[in-house]
């Protein structure tokens, strides 16, 4: 399996594992476009001394949505019996960890992955679950073991003008507060409130490929981690 088809697949391997919130409808966006939208995802993977993907013994492939999560594992990890050392981590878009991952998968079979939320926007993530109508129980389970992204609903389109030329983006994030802020200025004088819900990955991804229309395509996620800065360019000798 070639690489273009490791991107394509995020979308696939990321449906499969959830159940349907959004309803069925015309594709709105190809698998290839699906993948871009968490080009610009960046989560944090461990990785060995020389900087390759490790996958852990008895745990599989990690892609941890904070700094704060990473740290929390690391701490426990080194109390595991054998766990020595550094636990480093390095960063990666959300797509390239799944391209990583399905490459891993076909040498090992029985490898799995796993998504490490931020605990910071656990309790964020537990209130309005409740507020969308699920369990005590489930919402707490949940929020734990996988991150959520905040979206306004309605969702919030800002519409840009540059040179001339104008631009809409329909934002969601990782992060609550971010979101939180948007939706408060949304609702000044507003007839109908805004309000902020969370939503899995696979709901996300289920929106992006069974929606047809512009929110879709005009859809951003903001990243939980800032994006590596460039390496600067080596001066030609």
Do not use: H
């Not at 610009?40 to 993907?53: A, H, I």
């Amino acid at each position: 399996m070639g690489p273009d088809m490791f991107f394509r697949s995020i979308a696939a391997s990321l449906v499969l594992t959830g159940t349907s919130f959004f309803g069925s409808g015309a594709f709105a966006l190809e698998p290839a476009a699906v993948d871009a939208k968490f080009n610009d995802v960046t989560v944090l993977t461990p990785v060995s001394k020389t900087g390759e993907l490790m996958p852990l013994e008895k745990v599989g492939m990690l892609a941890f949505f904070s700094p704060l999560a990473a740290e929390l594992f690391a701490g426990e990890w080194r109390k595991r019996p054998g766990n020595t050392g550094e636990f480093r981590v390095a960063p990666l878009s959300l797509t390239q960890f799944e391209a990583a991952f399905l490459a891993e998968k076909e040498k090992d079979s029985d490898l799995t992955k796993a998504y490490v939320p931020d605990p910071a926007q656990i309790p964020a993530v537990v209130g309005l679950q409740l507020q969308q109508g699920v369990k005590s129980q489930e919402a707490r389970t949940m929020a734990q073991s996988q991150p959520y992204v905040f979206c306004p609903d309605p969702l919030v389109r800002i519409t840009q003008t540059e040179a001339g030329k104008s631009s809409t983006v329909v934002p969601c994030a990782f992060t609550f507060t971010s979101m939180a802020l948007l939706v408060n200025r949304s609702n000044q004088g507003a007839k109908s409130p805004t309000v902020l819900k969370a939503y899995s990955l696979s709901e996300m991804v289920q929106f992006l490929t069974e929606q047809s229309g512009d929110d879709a395509r005009n859809l951003v996620i903001a990243s939980p981690i800032a994006a590596p800065a460039p390496a600067p360019s080596k001066p030609a000798k």
